[in-house]
């Protein structure tokens, strides 16, 4: 990876947006959707915006240094509108460990995949660049600017198989999947007629949205698919977790817990781990659990890539 690239077209695609931003009077992300649309097919008489895209043509960025040069942009981005803690991209260290994760998990090469909150896209885009499958991808996100701004740079990018849909992820749909991904946003559904269609509904007040997204996204499963979630690490122990205790133990099946490093999120109070789940087998098997104190270690990536093998079947 061409670091020295990435820094170059950084600047380019941020002094463009920053001209579209001014000519159009338009927000910052609104100005990456359409510097996207304009590197693609040019079009537009700022002749400043033509030659940057040239150079960044030139530059013949590989879809992975693409990937990060959109993820300095929307820290850039971030600066001056700040996302909701929800829309925030999932961090690459979590996607490259959920893509060890998938390509240990099926023994297929091509997998019918969804994501449940596909925000920005990073997570799908990592995926999708690192993993052994051919994939049929889809993701759900609600917020339509998002869903513009990922299929965007989808199509910069040239990924293959990914498709991004705007929509509520709650309410069901007609979908069989091999796997389901989320990383799940956290928080209460507003909707309690839609949620007491669920298991884990509350009696009293709203239902967490990620426990609805987890049983809705176990639904979705073929009999041999899993779900990955990223969940608070205290999902099972939280207010509310007695409902969802129930849906597992009725309706799915635990098969790994991963617990994340605390130092990687900004208050230990909102630390999430990885949780896999699968249609139920009729086995009683303990799930596979594993504590990472440092994802940057390669020999901690290692032993933990030796022991899933050992124990995740």
Avoid: C
Wanted: glycine content about 6%.
């Amino acid at each position: 990876m061409n670091f020295e690239k990435i820094e170059q077209a950084f600047g380019l695609l941020l002094e463009n947006v920053q001209t579209i931003q001014n000519q159009l009077k338009t927000g910052f992300y609104e100005a990456v959707i359409e510097q996207n649309a304009n590197y693609l097919q040019p079009h537009g008489e700022l002749k400043s915006l033509a030659e940057n895209n040239q150079k960044v043509a030139q530059l013949g960025l590989t879809p992975e240094e693409w990937r990060r040069t959109f993820q300095y942009l929307m820290m850039k981005g971030q600066q001056t509108e700040p996302l909701q803690p929800n829309h925030q991209a999932t961090p690459d260290s979590l996607g490259f460990l959920m893509t060890l994760v998938i390509d240990h998990l099926f023994p297929q090469d091509s997998l019918r995949v969804l994501e449940l909150g596909s925000g920005m896209g990073n997570l799908a885009e990592t995926i999708l660049l690192n993993s052994q499958k051919e994939m049929d991808y889809l993701g759900v996100e609600l917020d339509d600017i998002l869903v513009e701004l990922s299929a965007s740079i989808a199509e910069v990018l040239g990924t293959e198989g990914l498709t991004f849909s705007q929509g509520d992820a709650v309410r069901s749909q007609v979908l069989q999947k091999n796997l389901v991904v989320s990383d799940l946003p956290i928080g209460y559904y507003p909707d309690d007629a839609i949620a007491s269609r669920f298991q884990v509904a509350s009696s009293e007040g709203h239902t967490y949205a990620h426990h609805l997204l987890m049983e809705q996204g176990v639904k979705y499963l073929d009999s041999d698919g899993y779900a990955i979630f990223l969940a608070p690490t205290q999902l099972l122990t939280s207010p509310q977790s007695g409902l969802l205790k129930g849906w597992i133990q009725s309706s799915t099946e635990l098969v790994a817990l991963v617990n994340l490093p605390e130092k990687m999120f900004a208050n230990p109070h909102y630390a999430k781990s990885l949780f896999i789940f699968r249609k139920p087998s009729g086995k009683v098997v303990a799930p596979f659990i594993y504590a990472f104190s440092d994802l940057s270690n390669p020999e901690e990536i290692r032993d933990f890539q030796e022991k899933m093998e050992m124990e995740l079947k």
